[in-house]
């Protein structure tokens, strides 16, 4: 079985570290024989969550017609997906907040097509150089595996990285890697 990986992005910055470990792990698990799709969330018009209820009434996930909606294909198709974001006040970037929130629409009675992700992992980057100031968005993202059922492939964090580049004088390409390794091949049956 041939796994699609979704790799969500939350950067706005085009280039920058979190976008190169993104790239880093996107081609890595390619020659591993996985199906991989890249949205950047910080370049699509995605409204705030309402918390107006009326998801689906539309033929769509978010009542709204914005980007989501669009988003919502590649994540109906998604057997695994990835958040790569960088640390913005010991949280995840609006951007890509943004489009964890809609996720929502998914948990709701009426979902006619829930989602048929089972696996996921997360890699977040930063300039606070204490990995002790990335335990809030880790909890954050294992509270979201813990509520959908996802088995947790791994975390990431890269602390002390400010201008962009600085992912690769570090060597935390290699982590990626490590990272890619949780990974089982395409073929291979997840337990």
Same mark, same amino acid.
């Given at each position: 079985?041939?796994?699609?990986?979704?790799?969500?992005?939350?950067? %706005?910055?085009?280039?920058?570290?979190?976008? =190169?470990?993104? @790239?880093? +792990?996107?081609?890595?698990?390619? &020659?591993?024989?996985?199906?991989?799709?890249?949205?950047?969330?910080?370049?699509?018009?995605?409204? %705030?969550?309402?918390?107006?209820?009326?998801?689906?009434?539309?033929?769509? %996930?978010?009542? +709204?017609?914005?980007? +989501?909606?669009?988003?919502?294909?590649?994540?109906?198709?998604? @057997?695994?997906?990835?958040?790569?974001?960088?640390? /913005?006040? /010991? !949280?995840?970037?609006?951007?890509?907040?943004?489009?964890?929130?809609?996720?929502?629409?998914?948990?709701?009675?009426? #979902?006619?097509?829930?989602?048929?992700?089972?696996?996921?992992? +997360?890699?977040? #980057? *930063?300039?606070?150089?204490? &990995?002790? *100031? /990335?335990? !809030? =968005?880790?909890?954050? /993202?294992?509270?979201?595996?813990?509520?959908? *059922?996802?088995?947790?492939?791994?975390?990431?964090?890269? %602390? !002390?990285?400010?201008?962009?580049?600085?992912?690769?004088?570090?060597?935390?390409?290699?982590?990626?890697?490590?990272? #890619?390794?949780?990974?089982?091949?395409?073929?291979? &049956?997840?337990?």
């Amino acid at each position: 079985m041939n796994k699609n990986i979704l790799v969500v992005t939350g950067s %706005p910055r085009k280039g920058g570290n979190s976008d =190169i470990l993104a @790239d880093s +792990f996107i081609t890595q698990v390619q &020659e591993r024989g996985f199906s991989v799709q890249k949205y950047e969330a910080a370049f699509h018009n995605i409204l %705030p969550c309402k918390a107006c209820n009326a998801c689906w009434s539309k033929d769509h %996930p978010c009542f +709204f017609n914005d980007d +989501f909606n669009v988003f919502s294909t590649m994540l109906e198709a998604a @057997d695994v997906i990835v958040f790569v974001t960088p640390l /913005y006040w /010991y !949280g995840f970037s609006a951007q890509i907040k943004l489009a964890i929130d809609k996720f929502y629409a998914y948990e709701v009675p009426q #979902c006619p097509k829930p989602l048929k992700i089972k696996e996921s992992a +997360f890699i977040v #980057c *930063g300039s606070n150089p204490s &990995e002790q *100031g /990335y335990q !809030g =968005i880790i909890q954050s /993202y294992k509270d979201i595996c813990a509520f959908t *059922g996802w088995k947790n492939r791994g975390v990431l964090v890269v %602390p !002390g990285v400010t201008e962009k580049g600085d992912v690769r004088k570090k060597n935390y390409l290699e982590k990626v890697k490590k990272l #890619c390794d949780n990974f089982k091949s395409s073929t291979e &049956e997840v337990e």
